[in-house]
């Protein structure tokens, strides 16, 4: 079985998200099962593997950045995560997984 290194894997996973690309495609291209490389797709919207900024590509990077610290003892608690696109904020609390941000963020990229 061959090991493929997290920066192909990255490029790869990248590639699939150009336009009128299929996984498959990029799959038969490499000499590697579909599957694999759908893998590979979920662990990047699960945040566990980078993919590279692709001109053209239809996929949107989520950028996590912790909240600023309050002192404010009794100030509103801010939110875990911010997701901007366009003109829109969306704010989630920390309770929300990590699966469910990755759901949100691919719809906003489905919508564009």
Not at 4 to 30: D, F, H, I, S
Not at 86 to 106: H, M, N, Q
Request: proline fraction near 10%.
């Amino acid at each position: 079985m061959r090991r493929w290194p997290n920066e192909v894997k990255g490029q790869l996973v990248a590639e699939t998200y150009l336009p009128g690309v299929t996984v498959n495609e990029v799959a038969l291209r490499v000499g590697m099962k579909p599957n694999h490389l759908s893998a590979w797709r979920r662990l990047a919207r699960e945040g566990k593997l980078v993919v590279p900024d692709l001109p053209g590509a239809e996929f949107i990077p989520a950028v996590l950045e912790p909240p600023p610290v309050s002192f404010e003892e009794d100030a509103k608690p801010l939110a875990a995560v911010e997701i901007i696109h366009g003109g829109t904020t969306i704010r989630l609390d920390a309770s929300v997984s990590p699966d469910r941000i990755a759901d949100i963020v691919c719809a906003l990229g489905r919508g564009s």
